[in-house]
């Protein structure tokens, strides 16, 4: 059985700001504390504008479609207060309550 669980220092507004405008750069990862994911993003971010411009158009779409699809998926889970900072705390929206640990 877990401790009582902490919510994460970091803010919920500034994360889904950062995550909805420049998620696909993964600048939400840094602000959050999650090092390899934000360094995957930035990677993934570049290179799509690489492939782009060495006139790798299929390769460029497809890295790009992957960046997308991730920061859709964390800024839904950063909306719906599923996500966790770098220290493995929930990034909470206003008024989300922490689940305690006993059964249902």
């Known amino acids: 059985m877990h401790g009582i669980e902490e919510p994460?220092?970091?803010?919920?507004?500034?994360?889904?700001?950062?995550?909805?405008?420049?998620?696909?750069?993964?600048?939400?990862?840094?602000y959050l504390g999650r090092y390899v994911e934000a360094t995957i993003d930035f990677v993934l971010f570049?290179?799509?504008?690489?492939?782009?411009?060495?006139?790798?158009?299929?390769?460029?779409?497809v890295v790009g479609a992957i960046d997308g699809l991730h920061t859709l998926i964390v800024t839904i889970m950063l909306l719906t207060?599923?996500?966790?900072?770098?220290?493995?705390?929930?990034?909470m929206y206003p008024g989300q309550k922490l689940k305690t640990g006993g059964s249902v």
Request: hydrophobic share 50%; charged share 10%; glycine share 12%.
């Open 46 to 61: 570049f290179a799509t504008i690489y492939f782009f411009f060495q006139g790798e158009i299929v390769i460029a779409v």
């Open 8 to 30: 994460s220092r970091k803010s919920y507004t500034i994360a889904v700001c950062l995550s909805a405008i420049f998620g696909v750069v993964g600048i939400q990862h840094f």
């Open 81 to 91: 207060g599923t996500f966790r900072d770098g220290s493995g705390r929930l990034v």
